[in-house]
């Protein structure tokens, strides 16, 4: 009998402005990730991590962290089977926060199943394309399949600047979205069951 592996999925919250969309739109992908049994679903939202810009003395690649900030981002990618980075788009690419933290890392990210949830007025498909070309040059296993959340500024925004109902918004995409969780999973347990 094959012993059932739980599969840790990190799911990262890169936008970091004051008022922001992305854990609204995060608590809502966390949801649906949960609904897999298979699942253990954790989530490190890179406004409280607050790492600051890059500033370890030698190349990520070499491995040779001196501060507690780099060891513990890096144990927090290391023990996570796959990973799910929530992602805004700000001006067609993703957030300088997001860019600092995955450069603060390096062998990390290698062949680490990725799912990217990208949103923005047509779903963020440039922050998702420009993160694809950077994750690749880290040699990191991002999923073809991308979920892309579209949000009216008229509709979906209240005046204070937040989502009226994020469940609707990321509900609509719950289908794909577990679609492709099953997928990260399954990868995720190729991998580990590749290691054993
Ligand atoms: C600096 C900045 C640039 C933006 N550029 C884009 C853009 O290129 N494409 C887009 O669809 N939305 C853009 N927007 C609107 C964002 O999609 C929207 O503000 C979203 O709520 C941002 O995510 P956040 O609230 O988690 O920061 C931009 C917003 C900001 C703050």
Known sequence: MTE?????????????????VGPQIAEEV????????????EVTDLKELNLPFLDEPEMPALGNYVHEHTKNWSGLIKTSDAVVIV??????????SLKNAIDYLYSEW??????????GAKGGP????????????????????????PLNSE???????????????????????????????????GQAEAKA
């Open 155 to 189: 509709v979906d925004y209240g005046k204070d600047n937040l989502l009226n109902d994020a469940a609707a918004v990321v509900g609509a995409h719950a289908q794909d979205i577990t679609a492709a969780v099953g997928e990260l999973v399954a990868t995720a347990q």
């Open 126 to 149: 440039k922050a998702a394309e420009q993160l694809r070309q950077v994750l690749g040059r880290i040699r990191a296993n991002v999923l073809e399949a991308g979920i892309q959340i």
């Open 4 to 20: 059932t592996r739980v599969t840790t999925i990190r799911v990262i919250i890169a936008s970091t402005r004051p008022v922001r």
């Open 30 to 41: 966390v949801r649906i990730i949960g609904e897999n049994p298979q699942v253990n679903v």
């Open 110 to 119: 290698r062949k680490k199943p990725i799912l990217l949830v990208s949103y």
């Open 87 to 96: 992602t805004a788009e700000y001006n067609w690419g993703y957030p300088a």
